[in-house]
């Protein structure tokens, strides 16, 4: 735990310093390294670790998609993106089928999975950085998916006595559930109260909207790549983060809760 605790002691606020102060160019960067990473991880943990070919393929799709969104052409790079991807990994596997190393259909669902549309919800972060006060909106999903997995964590340690999940992930408890949305959307509402102390207009109805949906998302995230590892039998998708994992063993719930808070706020927009 004291390793864990010491690299998000290090690690958040050098993210949070690089969204708030950054250019939307420089944090595109940020946001290209972590959609690649994770797409590599999620590659490679269902199996195509050893294909390092295929698990670029989904890296550089990953970032392409990123940097489409930088440029204004999200969505025309997103379908070029997944069109090659769908292209490429089909032509590899009629390669290999007739070999000792087919490709099975899994793996390829994973590229075009990983490099396109996981890429595209992770690019919902530069999306909101491009906004117009684009600094304060894109931390809001930060606010939330981290907090709630902080929270939901802590409460499982100290107050945790439940199990809701054991067959996908043990430690989980109805007490950690519970406490991640409550410390989640109250993440959220105490951030809208910041903003509105630096004198900007905060609709807090849209706040506890964005605080709740992003809490029950990044739970819902959390477990559904955990069924991943489960299923494949994998701990963690990488050691990039000691205490942490890989890239995606962080981001992982960050691709539900970016896309739903981007969605939110193009329909019911905070300030």
Known sequence: MKQRILVAVIFVPLLFAV???????????VTALIAALS???????VGAGARKRICLYGAVG???????????????VFRIVLFLLMVVMF????????????????????????????????????SLKLYENGRLWVLIP?????????????????????????????KKTYEGFAGGLVIGTAAVVLYGLILTLCGIAVNFAAMTVYGLA????????????????????????GH????????????DSMVFTAPVIYLLTQVFPAF
């Open 19 to 29: 969204m708030f102060f950054a250019p939307a160019w420089a944090f595109a960067i």
């Open 39 to 45: 797409a590599w991880e999620l590659i490679a943990a």
């Open 62 to 76: 990953a970032a392409a998609v990123q940097a489409g969104v930088l440029l204004g052409r999200g969505d025309y």
């Open 91 to 126: 032509v590899e596997a009629i390669r290999a089928f007739a070999g000792e190393h087919p490709i099975p259909f899994a793996q390829i669902a994973a590229v075009i999975f990983a490099g396109g549309v996981m890429a595209c919800f992770l690019s919902s972060l530069l």
């Open 142 to 170: 930060f606010v939330s998916a981290f907090v709630t997995d902080g929270g939901a964590y802590f409460v499982g340690v100290f107050l945790g006595k439940h199990k809701a999940t054991p067959h996908i992930s043990p």
């Open 214 to 237: 992003g809490a029950v998302v990044t739970e819902i995230g959390d477990l559904a790549f955990s069924m991943i590892k489960r299923e494949y039998g994998v701990k963690d998708y």
């Open 240 to 251: 990039l983060l000691p205490g942490h994992g890989g890239m995606l063993d962080r981001f």
